[in-house]
Nanobody
Framework: VQLQASGGGLVQPGGSLRLSCAAS????????MGWYRQAPGKQRELVAT???????NYRDSVKGRFAISRDNAKNTVYLQMNSLKAEDTAVYYC??????????????WGQGTLVTVSS
């Protein structure tokens, strides 16, 4: 099972990007999914999470600008990022709670995608 993230890139302040993260492989289902980020010299921090039922949670600094969503049929989570700021620059990682075919659950990380906000 793996998570493949995409959608990062260079964007000007005030611009938008949409990140995607798709799970592939053999598993039963996916519980919670989320996005985290790590800026240079800083610890990884939570950006947003979403339950299988669609309940969301955001860090304060992105509320009103970012939106997390998921497509359970495609095993994919998205992060729509609007009004981007320089301080949003980081490597963004997706995370998923995978429920295996043997009915145990484990956390899985994607490989990260770089978002750079700069003029």
């Amino acid at each position: 099972v793996q998570l493949q993230a995409s959608g990062g890139g260079l964007v000007q302040p005030g611009g938008s990007l949409r990140l995607s993260c798709a799970a592939s492989g053999n598993f039963f289902s996916i519980d919670g999914m989320g996005w985290y980020r790590q800026a240079p010299g800083k610890q990884r921090e939570l950006v947003a999470t979403i339950t299988r039922g669609g309940r969301t949670n955001y860090r304060d600094s992105v509320k009103g600008r970012f939106a997390i969503s998921r497509d359970n049929a495609k095993n994919t989570v998205y992060l729509q990022m609007n009004s981007l700021k320089a301080e949003d620059t980081a490597v963004y990682y997706c995370n998923a709670d995978i429920r295996s075919l043997q009915s145990y659950t484990y956390g899985l990380w994607g490989q990260g995608t770089l978002v750079t906000v700069s003029s």
